[in-house]
């Protein structure tokens, strides 16, 4: 007669625990500790520190070139609007004049603002002789100044 074949524990499912399984120390829980995020932190504020130490004055630079490439256009559709008309604009007329469609068409499409917001200022004659005078009061809106804050006046 034949013995009924009995389960072994692997086969049902069991598996028998490893001799060395009491001492293995337990998974640690994935994922970053209180320190590791306050360093990544610290890192990034450094990082921020640098770039906006760095980038800051090129922004007033550049407010600078561009009131200045904005006076140079200025006085490019004020030497047209004298080609076609024989004169500069009057003081009263201002540099709105250049937006005034003549014969050729407007000089300029529309007026630019300096880069701190506010119109150009327009004197004509302008001082020593000189035809006008197209000048911005630089960042802080006053005269004179140094920096940003110095005014920017056209070459004429």
């Not at 399984?21 to 990082?47: S, Y």
């Not at 005078?133 to 920017?152: H, K, R």
């Amino acid at each position: 007669m034949k013995r009924p074949r009995t389960k072994r524990p692997a086969e049902a499912g069991f598996t028998a625990p490893r001799p060395d399984a009491a001492f293995t120390a337990p998974r640690p829980e994935a994922g970053f500790t209180l320190v590791e995020l306050l360093v990544v932190l610290a890192i990034i504020g450094l990082l921020t520190t640098v770039v906006v130490i760095n980038v800051l004055p090129m922004q007033s630079r550049a407010q600078v070139q561009k009131a200045q490439a904005d006076i140079a256009i200025l006085e490019q559709g004020l030497e047209l609007f004298r080609l076609e008309v024989g004169r500069y604009p009057t003081g009263g007329e201002g540099l709105a004049a250049l937006t005034v469609p003549t014969a050729t068409g407007a000089k300029l499409k529309k007026l630019p603002n300096d880069p701190w917001g506010r119109a150009y200022l327009y004197q004509s004659p302008g001082p020593d002789g000189q035809p006008f005078l197209v000048l911005t009061l630089g960042a802080d809106g006053q005269p004179d100044g140094e920096g940003e804050n110095a005014d920017l006046k056209s070459s004429q």
